[in-house]
């Protein structure tokens, strides 16, 4: 199993612009998770899909973000527009069920907003 | 308050040493706990979990919950430099009462070195 795949590794961009991150779960998993960890902050949920449906967004910390699952292979995150304090590393997870017993992280993207 | 608090460290061992790394929160509806480690550049991986109060024996881990002081332990023994790593605890709600999933609260994570 190649586990949960997410792309781009690093992404550097200019204040503004917009990002999107890719994460591909785990075969067979219908639970997705974003997450962010920053120094100050750790890791935070952003939000929570199960069988490609949002539940929980709770997290997502302003509309300038937006997360989509067209299908149960493949999830993104969008900023747009980007600002600094956006710079973090961001976690996929997936699931098989609601993830009461953990789940599979990603190796996170990168992301620097200059 | 933070709901899930875990000193940071920096904590620096020699290897063969007994590691203790600790959390306390303030959520008494925390029921399950759990324990990730992340090394440096990858993801979290699950290490281990418990349910409720009690320990739970894995290899060289063994993980301790105290629910009267809402106290959690992660205990290495025979510590080894591949576990050089951080470590995150991650409570959460009961199945019932709680949330509808496994909504993970995340301590800071402590960075553990083990020096040959």
């Known amino acids: 199993d190649a586990g949960v795949i997410q792309s781009p590794r690093h992404e550097v961009t200019e204040m503004g612009q917009e990002v999107t991150l890719r994460c591909k779960p785990i075969s067979g998993h219908n639970s997705l998770f974003w997450y962010r960890q920053t120094m100050m902050r750790g890791l935070e949920l952003l939000i929570y899909?199960?069988?490609?449906?949002?539940?929980?967004d709770s997290g997502m910390p302003e509309d300038r973000f937006s997360a989509k699952m067209p299908n149960a292979s493949f999830s993104t995150l969008k900023i747009q527009p980007s600002e600094p304090r956006d710079s973090a590393v961001y976690f996929c997870?997936?699931?098989?069920?609601?993830?009461?017993?953990?789940?599979?992280f990603g190796s996170g993207t990168r992301l620097t907003v200059v | 308050q933070k709901e899930v608090e875990q000193d940071p460290g920096p904590l620096s061992v020699p290897e063969g040493a007994i590691v203790s790394l600790n959390c306390t929160y303030s959520?008494?509806?925390?029921?399950?706990f759990m324990w990730y480690r992340q090394y440096s550049r990858k993801g979290p991986e699950l290490l281990m979990y418990t349910y409720s109060s009690g320990n739970k024996e894995d290899g060289r881990f063994t993980a301790q919950v105290d629910k009267s002081s809402k106290y959690i332990s992660l205990f290495i023994r025979d510590s080894q430099p591949s576990d050089s790593a951080t470590y995150l605890c991650a409570p959460r709600w009961t199945n019932a009462g709680g949330t509808s999933y496994g909504k993970l609260t995340f301590g800071q994570g402590t960075i553990l070195t083990v020096h040959p």
């Open positions: 899909f199960n069988n490609n449906v949002p539940i929980d």
């Open positions: 959520n008494s509806a925390f029921q399950y």
């Open positions: 997870a997936s699931s098989l069920g609601a993830g009461f017993y953990g789940y599979t």
